[in-house]
Nanobody, 115 residues
């Protein structure tokens, strides 16, 4: 069993910054990929950013240049630094890690950006 727990969401004004963190725990040997997704009200869940254990990253076009994903040295934590936040970034942000053929998700953390 693997658990992912997010933290760091909250209310921020447009143009502000937030840092989200996610920690994985449970029975696993290693994590090769971790990522962040988000789901806004009335919309489907979408990719925000992913990172491979070797450091390669991938970002949605909507957040490129404004967000930075990083993985901890122990390869069981992932963070998302979000800058220049916009009201359209308002969503529940989910941590994701595919392992052993399964998709593991956190419960999500709410980010609200006020205009």
């Amino acid at each position: 069993q693997v658990q992912l727990v997010e933290s760091g969401g909250g209310l921020v004004q447009s143009g502000g910054s937030l840092r989200l963190s996610c920690a994985a725990s449970g029975r696993f040997f290693s994590i090769n990929v971790m990522g962040w997704y988000r789901q806004a009200p009335g919309k489907e869940r979408e990719l925000v950013a992913t990172i491979l254990s070797g450091g390669d990253t991938n970002y949605a076009d909507s957040v490129k240049g404004r967000c930075a994903i990083s993985m901890g040295s122990a390869k069981n934590t992932v963070s998302l630094q979000m800058n220049s936040l916009k009201p359209e970034d308002t969503a529940v942000y989910y941590c994701h890690a595919p392992m052993y053929g399964l998709d593991y998700w956190g419960k999500g953390t709410l980010v609200t950006v006020s205009s």
